[in-house]
């Protein structure tokens, strides 16, 4: 089927997990129970959405729970066909007293390792920033990620609700750090913010990869810049819909990042939230955004080369897609 380079563990809990591992922690059962606690019905903005996605946060508060989600994960994308997943999340959400950011992260790996080992889907971990968090925050996770470099870290991002939390600053430091220990670097800008945090976005942190960037498809001067840079757009269309990041499906911004000469690349963000995982998102593309074969060809060819995998992994997914 094709890469995934944008998702987030998150929003990848079954709902049946989330109540197995709530009965373990004594953790209540949220009114409506965990389907639709989890689950997004229909568009709203990117707060409500996110509120969907931390519905199962207080669940996820253990190294055995982490490890039973990202494994589950990579067993729910082999079984949609996936070719490689690259998982992204926010380990400071997980933390507890006892259970603190390094072993959060290396619970998680432990978990995709598991599941790939199970499968033979290749899979990576990014480890998010959170807009939300304070700057001390935010580079002890840099510093967590950077430590587990080269032991199922591949990169660093930034994601969280750009609405309440717009500015870019705060996280040039940590990027820095992700950069130094050589690992991937990816950013949410212009997802719910403006254009111009494209730009930022890759000036400030070194990114290539901008995930959504959909602000960025209404401002041409934004668009041939990125252009002129290599910039790769993170393409999650059906949660772009829902997050009102995209008006409709039929008018995604990725049309424009095409027509701009920019590169993109499929994600499904959250399937659970959206119930719509990469091989649906990719059936979208083609059906109603107008993709031929060959398009998709090209982007999973995109995503061979500016993926965070290890480079013989690159090499069988680069024959793959030839």
């Known amino acids: 089927m094709g890469l995934n380079l944008h998702t987030h563990l998150e929003g990848w809990v079954r709902p049946t997990t989330a109540a197995a591992l709530a009965r373990e922690a004594g953790v209540p059962e949220p009114d409506g129970g965990w389907d639709r606690a989890l689950r997004l019905d229909g568009p709203a903005d990117l707060t409500v959405f996110l509120a969907h996605v931390a519905a199962a946060y207080p669940v996820l508060g253990s190294a055995a729970a982490l490890r039973r989600v990202a494994r589950e994960a990579v067993e729910d994308a082999a079984g949609d066909g996936c070719d490689y997943l690259e998982i992204r999340f926010g380990p400071s959400t997980h933390r507890r007293p006892g259970f603190d950011l390094a072993a959060v992260v290396e619970a ?23 807009r939300h968090d304070d700057d001390e925050t935010n580079l002890a996770v840099a510093r967590a990620a950077a430590a587990a470099a080269g032991r199922g870290v591949v990169g660093l991002d930034v ?17 820095a750090i992700a950069a130094a220990a050589g690992l991937g670097l990816t950013a949410h800008a212009a997802e719910a913010g403006p254009a111009s945090a494209v730009i930022e976005a890759v000036e400030r942190f070194g990114v290539r990869r901008i995930g959504h960037g959909a602000e960025a498809a209404s401002d041409p001067t934004v668009l041939a810049w990125a252009a002129d840079h290599g910039v790769v757009f993170e393409v999650c269309p059906t949660s772009n819909v829902l997050t009102g990041a995209a008006p409709a499906t039929g008018a995604h911004p990725f049309h424009a990042f095409l027509a701009a000469g920019c590169a993109i690349v499929l994600g499904d963000d959250d399937p659970v939230t ?11 593309m ?15 060819r995109t995503a061979c080369e500016v993926g965070f995998m290890d480079e013989s992994v690159r090499a069988a997914l680069r024959s793959r897609f030839a």
Request: proline share 6%; hydrophobic share 40%; glycine share 10%.
């Open 286 to 300: 083609a059906e109603t955004g107008g993709l031929t074969a060959a398009d998709l060809q090209a982007i999973h």
């Open 108 to 130: 998680t790996a432990e978990g995709l390792a598991e599941g790939s080992r199970a499968t033979g889907l290749q899979s990576g971990l990014v480890v998010c920033l959170l």
């Open 159 to 175: 994601a969280g609700d750009e609405l309440r939390f717009p500015s870019n600053v705060p996280y040039e430091a940590p990027f």
């Open 274 to 284: 959206t119930r719509s995982p990469l091989s649906a998102e990719e059936r979208w």
